[in-house]
């Protein structure tokens, strides 16, 4: 009988554990815009070069995106990196889904528009496979 | 292209619903201010009871004798006409598009029901053309202007359904669709589209004078 041997599939299981962990913490480059909110997606994922768009757009300042409110006031020179979007701009009282969608559109496709660059249709960024 | 769609999204379209509502406000005064003028006695016998009896009679498929009829083109304008009110306001993305802009929200409808409803509008309006070239008491009575509001019509439909598939020059279609349907939305007071607002005009004419004068129906 032939014996079976573990190392070689825990060997390879770890490199696939690793490299999924680099992955999910790198923040070099975020292939997908993720919020898990969205449980029920009704378009496409958003596909989106984290590293790649902030050179092209020239932002430096992290809370340019990742803005930080205290009482209605954008705080200049704090962020809110690490924060899910939802957090913020889903689950209050009186709030749905559609408030966070209202926030992630504003955001991306707002800002685009305003500086005329950058994808504004529906259709360019819930791109279908 | 930014340009474009920031001004057929921002102005353009806030000039389009101007233009509606203001141009449906115009077309009910201007038609008060007619019978006024010529059919005064109708102001005397309009009866709320009846003349909703006769729009909730003229809404309910089959429910007047005409559509019994005629079941065919019966069938299809009902379809037709509820997929062309509840696709603009209750598609996912149109429904975002008023929570960006006005921040009000509702339910909306899913993507694949929506994509069928649409297909729905198309086949319907090639039905209203194909009945137009070959009835010949229909072709009759058809003008260009007929077949080029059918087109109209069938534009933002089309042209929507293209953009959402995401086909080929889909950008392009997206510019197309939100043009297309801003001056739809423009030619409904303009164009003989004004029947949304007269139907319950003329239903509630029709209800009071056979309900409350003639004492028949009307459906």
């Given at each position: 009988?032939?014996?079976?041997?573990?190392?070689?599939?825990?060997?390879?299981?770890?490199?696939?554990?690793?490299?999924?962990?680099?992955?999910?913490?790198?923040?070099?480059?975020?292939?997908?815009?993720?919020?898990?909110?969205?449980?029920?997606?009704?378009?496409?994922?958003v596909a989106f070069?984290?590293?790649?768009?902030?050179?092209?757009?020239?932002?430096?300042?992290?809370?340019?995106?990742?803005?930080?409110?205290?009482?209605?006031?954008?705080?200049?020179?704090?962020?809110?990196?690490?924060?899910?979007?939802?957090?913020?701009?889903?689950?209050?009282?009186?709030?749905?889904?559609?408030?966070?969608?209202?926030?992630?559109?504003?955001?991306c496709a707002?800002?685009?528009?305003?500086?005329?660059?950058?994808p504004?249709l529906c259709g360019e960024c819930h791109r279908?496979? | 292209?930014?340009?474009?769609?920031?001004?057929?999204?921002?102005?353009?379209?806030?000039?389009?619903?101007?233009?509606?509502?203001?141009?449906?406000?115009?077309?009910?005064?201007?038609?008060?201010?007619?019978?006024?003028?010529?059919?005064?006695?109708?102001?005397?016998?309009?009866?709320?009871?009846?003349?909703?009896?006769?729009?909730?009679?003229?809404?309910?498929?089959?429910?007047?004798?005409?559509?019994?009829?005629?079941?065919?083109?019966?069938?299809?304008?009902?379809?037709?006409?509820?997929?062309?009110?509840?696709?603009?306001?209750?598609?996912?993305?149109?429904?975002?598009?008023?929570?960006?802009?006005?921040?009000?929200?509702?339910?909306?409808?899913?993507?694949?029901?929506?994509?069928?409803?649409?297909?729905?509008?198309?086949?319907?309006?090639?039905?209203?053309?194909?009945?137009?070239?070959?009835?010949?008491?229909?072709?009759?009575?058809?003008?260009?202007?007929?077949?080029?509001?059918?087109?109209?019509?069938?534009?933002?439909?089309?042209?929507?359904?293209?953009?959402?598939?995401?086909?080929?020059?889909?950008?392009?279609?997206?510019?197309?669709?939100?043009?297309?349907?801003?001056?739809?939305?423009?030619?409904?007071?303009?164009?003989?589209?004004?029947?949304?607002?007269?139907?319950?005009?003329?239903?509630?004419?029709?209800?009071?004078?056979?309900?409350?004068?003639?004492?028949?129906?009307?459906?």
């Open positions: 009988m032939k014996k079976f041997k573990i190392l070689p599939y825990a060997a390879l299981f770890s490199v696939f554990l690793l490299a999924g962990t680099m992955a999910a913490f790198a923040q070099e480059n975020i292939e997908i815009v993720h919020d898990a909110a969205f449980e029920n997606q009704t378009r496409p994922p070069a984290h590293d790649a768009h902030n050179e092209k757009a020239g932002i430096d300042d992290c809370g340019e995106c990742h803005h930080a409110y205290a009482d209605g006031e954008k705080q200049m020179g704090d962020d809110s990196v690490g924060m899910e979007c939802s957090q913020c701009h889903y689950g209050k009282p009186g709030q749905g889904v559609a408030d966070l969608i209202r926030a992630y559109h504003l955001q707002g800002c685009h528009g305003e500086r005329k660059a950058g504004v279908r496979r | 292209m930014h340009a474009v769609f920031n001004f057929v999204r921002g102005p353009m379209a806030g000039i389009a619903f101007a233009v509606f509502i203001i141009g449906c406000l115009y077309q009910m005064a201007s038609m008060w201010r007619l019978a006024r003028k010529k059919d005064a006695v109708v102001f005397h016998y309009f009866s709320l009871f009846y003349a909703l009896r006769s729009i909730i009679h003229w809404m309910v498929p089959f429910a007047a004798l005409n559509m019994r009829r005629h079941p065919v083109m019966t069938g299809v304008t009902f379809v037709f006409h509820l997929c062309l009110f509840a696709v603009p306001f209750f598609l996912s993305s149109h429904a975002i598009l008023f929570k960006e802009s006005w921040d009000v929200s509702w339910a909306w409808l899913p993507d694949g029901i929506a994509d069928i409803m649409t297909l729905a509008v198309m086949g319907a309006c090639l039905f209203f053309l194909g009945r137009r070239i070959f009835l010949r008491e229909v072709r009759y009575l058809t003008t260009v202007s007929d077949v080029l509001i059918l087109f109209c019509v069938a534009l933002p439909f089309f042209s929507g359904f293209w953009a959402g598939q995401q086909w080929p020059g889909f950008p392009v279609m997206t510019l197309v669709h939100m043009i297309s349907g801003e001056i739809l939305l423009m030619l409904i007071p303009f164009t003989r589209l004004r029947h949304m607002l007269f139907f319950p005009v003329i239903r509630g004419y029709m209800g009071s004078e056979f309900g409350a004068v003639r004492r028949a129906r009307d459906w």
